[in-house]
């Protein structure tokens, strides 16, 4: 199994600032990652797939990067709605979720 | 454009058969382009894939819950289900079904709104 580990576990933002999402795999995964934004009461939502390829209809302030074990989440600038938690997942082999970063406001 | 809608009970006792369905609108489960899984999620927690499925049958399972899951696929009704045996209180979580792009890379997208089950006598 591929362990995906996430940090920090929350991270206080206020709106308008950048935020950085880290999410780093216990073995090499090559660019086969993805983010999705969960809401309370909703379901995850598809941000990134492909380490960095933008989903159908994902604001362009959503930037995914990074390779092997080490990847990032940027949200540019917070907006009100941005606020929730944030999952990766890794699809190198069966799929596995990290334990989410929650973003709040700060 | 597609989306997914869990069904099932919502209360199973324990050491019983968990039975969800999933029916799919705005697509063909047959498109051929997609698979389909079920993932959980415990209250408060992460999420944890179950398995998956291909139109023609084809199935692969998340190897710790291997001997417990079935997933089979109902394509005249646009439909897939999961079976989980023998459940315990550790089963109690929400359950999404989701669009698997495992052909091109086993993201998910859409997902379903979810539903809760709740293990318990």
């Known amino acids: 199994e591929i362990v995906m580990t996430q940090s920090p576990a929350t991270l206080s933002v206020s709106p308008g600032e950048r935020a950085t999402l880290s999410c780093r795999a216990s073995?090499?995964?090559?660019?086969?990652l993805a983010w999705y934004q969960q809401k309370p009461g909703q379901a995850p939502r598809l941000l990134i797939y492909g380490a960095s390829t933008r989903a159908t209809g994902i604001p362009a302030r959503f930037s995914g990067s990074g390779s092997g074990t080490e990847f990032t989440l940027t949200i540019s600038s917070l907006q009100s709605e941005d606020f929730a938690v944030y999952y990766c997942q890794q699809y190198n082999n069966w799929p596995t979720f990290g334990g989410g970063t929650k973003v709040e406001i700060k | 454009q597609v989306q997914l809608q869990e069904s099932g009970p919502g209360l199973v006792k324990p050491s019983q058969t968990l039975s969800l369905t999933c029916t799919v609108s705005?697509?063909?489960?047959?498109?051929?382009?997609?698979?389909w899984s079920w993932i959980r999620q415990p209250a408060g927690k992460g999420l944890e894939w179950i398995g998956r499925?291909?139109?023609?049958?084809?199935?692969n399972y998340n190897p710790s819950l291997k001997s417990r899951v079935t997933i089979s696929v109902d394509t005249s009704k646009n439909q897939f289900s999961l079976k989980l045996s023998s459940v315990t209180a550790a089963d109690t979580a929400v359950y999404y079904c989701?669009?698997?792009?495992?052909?091109?890379?086993?993201?998910?997208?859409?997902w379903g709104q979810g539903t809760l089950v709740t293990v318990s006598s």
């Open positions: 073995q090499s995964v090559s660019s086969n």
């Open positions: 989701a669009r698997d792009h495992f052909l091109l890379g086993n993201w998910f997208d859409p």
């Open positions: 499925i291909y139109t023609s049958g084809s199935t």
């Open positions: 705005g697509g063909s489960i047959s498109s051929g382009s997609y698979y």
